[in-house]
């Protein structure tokens, strides 16, 4: 049974700082590993996908890699601002698109200080 | 284009009594999701809907609850005689399905069920 583990739970820093978070699986064969932002309250907002044939993807200033060998995934939040405070969730999906279910880690919330 | 949407955004019912949730996919997306944000228990995945495929209902935690969706667009969760371990947000997902692939999920903003 695929298990995805993130640590910390919770993390606060400066605002400015470059910080990196971390996501591990226990099965290395996904399909793919997606990245998601949860606001209080709110839904999540798809930050960045990465397909198990990629090492990468960008969008701004979010970096994500993915180390399928390793059971390994990070996010890199570049010149963090306070509007970034939110939780983040990664989560990966079976190795078949007969149902990419996604499992999910805990979420690591992240607050950034002025 | 609209995202997917869920009704109602809160429900607040009594215990013993039955539910209905409400998503709307994207349209045109093939594949929808219903997963539970539980306190403590993170996300959890329920069900799964593919075109005219008999759905995934692995994740559904009892026979208390069942999904359907009709003409393979609008879907609704019922959960039967409510517990109270039943409050949670219901989160509704759907994504494109191409052949064997899957692609990015997007979700709605979900249905916050509070049992009392």
């Known amino acids: 049974k695929q298990e995805v583990t993130q640590i910390p739970a919770a993390l606060s820093v400066p605002e400015g700082e470059n910080l990196v978070l971390n996501c591990s699986f226990t099965?290395?064969?996904?399909?793919?590993l997606q990245w998601f932002r949860q606001d209080p309250g709110k839904g999540l907002t798809s930050l960045l996908l990465?397909?198990?044939?990629?090492r990468e993807q960008t969008s701004g200033r979010l970096n994500a890699s993915l180390d399928k060998s390793s059971g390994r995934s990070t996010l890199y939040i570049a010149a963090s601002q306070p509007g970034d405070s939110a939780t983040y969730l990664c989560?990966?999906?079976?190795?078949?698109?007969?149902?990419?279910?996604?499992?999910f880690g805990k979420g690591i919330t992240l607050s950034v200080r002025p | 284009g609209a995202g997917v949407s869920q009704s109602p955004s809160n429900k607040v019912t009594e215990k013993g009594k039955d539910v209905e949730l409400r998503c709307d996919p994207i349209?045109?997306?093939?594949?929808l999701y219903w997963y539970r944000q539980s306190l403590g228990q993170g996300l959890e995945f329920l069900i799964y809907?593919?075109?005219?495929?008999?759905?995934?209902k692995s994740g559904l935690p009892s026979d208390r609850f069942s999904a359907e969706r009709t003409g393979g667009s609008v879907s609704t969760l019922t959960i039967q005689r409510t517990q109270q371990e039943d409050s949670a947000v219901y989160l509704c997902?759907?994504?494109?399905?191409?052949?064997?692939?899957?692609?990015?999920?997007?979700f709605g903003p979900g249905t916050r069920l509070t049992v009392t």
């Open positions: 989560a990966v999906t079976a190795p078949t698109g007969a149902n990419s279910k996604l499992t």
């Open positions: 349209s045109g997306h093939t594949a």
């Open positions: 809907f593919q075109g005219n495929s008999a759905p995934d």
């Open positions: 099965d290395s064969a996904i399909y793919n």
């Open positions: 990465i397909q198990s044939s990629q």
């Open positions: 997902a759907s994504s494109l399905v191409a052949g064997a692939i899957s692609y990015e999920q997007y």
